[in-house]
């Protein structure tokens, strides 16, 4: 069984930058979907980010395109998600998962493996 755990969340100011990580238990990961969510208090879970095995196609929220990068380094197991420009509304805990079917999903129920999250505040 894959396990993720996240790692790289902080408090900022709005303007500012910060990279995810999320590293993978077992190589196995390096062929499965990849994806980051977000949640605010109150707020159900949404997609952030997504990569397919390879790398080679990505997938973004509207909220984040332009700003957040996703990239992933298969000899390392692990997934980043490059954060930019970072907003107030980013607020949350974030978390990484994966999925072994195909497709590049934004749904939560799509992914079977998830980290524990990390938290990242922005402040205005």
């Known amino acids: 069984q894959v396990q993720l755990v996240e790692s790289g969340g902080g408090l900022v100011q709005a303007g500012d930058s910060l990279r995810l990580s999320c590293a993978a238990s077992?190589?196995?990961?390096?062929?499965?979907?990849m994806g980051w969510f977000r949640q605010a208090p109150g707020k159900e879970r949404e997609f952030v980010a997504g990569i397919t095995p390879s790398g080679g196609n990505t997938k973004y929220a509207d909220s984040v395109k332009g700003r957040f990068t996703v990239s992933r380094d298969n000899g390392q197991i692990t997934v980043h998600l490059q954060m930019n420009s970072l907003k107030p509304e980013d607020t949350g805990v974030y978390y990484c998962?994966?999925?072994?079917?195909?497709?590049?999903?934004?749904?939560?129920?799509?992914?079977?493996?998830w980290g524990q999250g990390t938290q990242v505040t922005v402040s205005s």
């Open positions: 998962a994966a999925d072994r079917f195909g497709g590049l999903q934004s749904r939560p129920g799509s992914y079977q493996y």
């Open positions: 077992q190589s196995t990961f390096n062929g499965y979907n």
